[in-house]
């Protein structure tokens, strides 16, 4: 089947209007979780291609102008960025630093009139050591005038992240109905069990049930994606795989979940294979791509 599908993947220009209106399809089905996820650095690349940093600065810009198509709620949209060093480089950008291969970044978020706030409160000391945690609460951020919420790529400190968005989630959205928009939160690594559960109980996809696990109380956002995943909807989605059969994965909501075959330049060719229903990224791999590439 050619790729000519209405729902396929589009060049660099048009991937966050597509983006845009599969959100905006999937809130208007009152979905209370939409994720939005492509690659940040270029739509061929996978995750890791680039540098963490500078992925995540690519993505701020991306977020920026995914955010143009919400404009007329940007008064009671609030965007929660990772920690308030990313929020504060979204407001004031930052310097280049070749030691630290991080690139110069112009301030992209100086003029929001988004409302913003952050997940995590890092402390430059304790940072240092891969201590992140501290007595601060985003749900305080959110005032009585929200009514969406998007979280920015929360990927680089999961285990915090993740678990501050449960909170949101909990503690204030679900009583209020009010939708929160994933946005790069790189969240296959979840699905996928990248997090194991004994090490990752607040966030792995099930708890871990050996006798040396975590006890509950301890560690009350276990239920993320247990809880989270089945009243998601995945609104835009491209995962590319690479190697002898290069493909992509490819979701816009509300069409169907299609793999894609790529050329040697990269481009879409055709249609291989579509479901209603989200594959696991090792089902792509081991068992749908081997079957349909011919």
């Known amino acids: 089947t050619a790729a000519t599908n209405r729902h396929q993947q589009q060049p660099p220009t048009a991937t966050n209007r597509q983006a845009q209106e599969a959100a905006k399809a999937a809130l208007k089905d009152g979905a209370p979780m939409v994720e939005v996820e492509f690659p940040s650095t270029s739509l061929s690349a996978v995750s890791g291609d680039g540098e963490g940093q500078n992925e995540m600065n690519a993505s701020m810009g991306f977020l920026r102008q995914f955010l143009t198509g919400f404009r007329s709620r940007a008064a009671t949209t609030r965007v929660f960025f990772p920690d308030n060093v990313e929020l504060a480089v979204a407001q004031r950008g930052q310097t280049e630093d070749p030691a630290a291969g991080r690139k110069p970044l112009e301030p992209q978020f100086a003029d929001a009139t988004f409302q913003l706030g ?60 009010m939708p929160i ?16 559960s004994l090490f990752f109980p607040e966030i792995a996809k099930d708890r871990c049930a050996c006798a040396h696990a975590p006890s509950p109380s301890h560690f009350p956002l276990h239920q993320f994606g247990r809880e989270l995943f089945p009243t998601m909807i995945t609104a835009y989605y491209i995962h590319n795989f690479k190697g002898t059969r290069p493909a992509t994965l490819f979701r816009c909501y509300p069409g169907p979940w299609q793999l894609l075959r790529r050329d040697r330049q990269g481009n879409v060719a055709d249609v291989l294979w579509s479901s209603e229903k989200m594959p696991s990224l090792k089902e792509v791999a081991l068992e749908i791509l081997p079957a349909v590439w011919r």
């Open 118 to 177: 952050y997940l995590t409160q890092q402390n430059a000391a304790w940072a240092m050591f891969g201590f992140y945690k501290s007595g601060f609460d985003p749900v305080q951020m959110i005032k009585d005038t929200d009514d969406l919420l998007v979280i920015a790529y929360p990927s680089f400190n999961p285990r915090e992240e993740l678990s501050a968005v449960y909170e949101l989630h909990d503690k204030v959205a679900r009583a209020r109905g």
């Open 181 to 196: 928009i994933m946005f790069n939160g790189e969240l296959d690594r979840v699905r996928g069990g990248y997090y194991a």
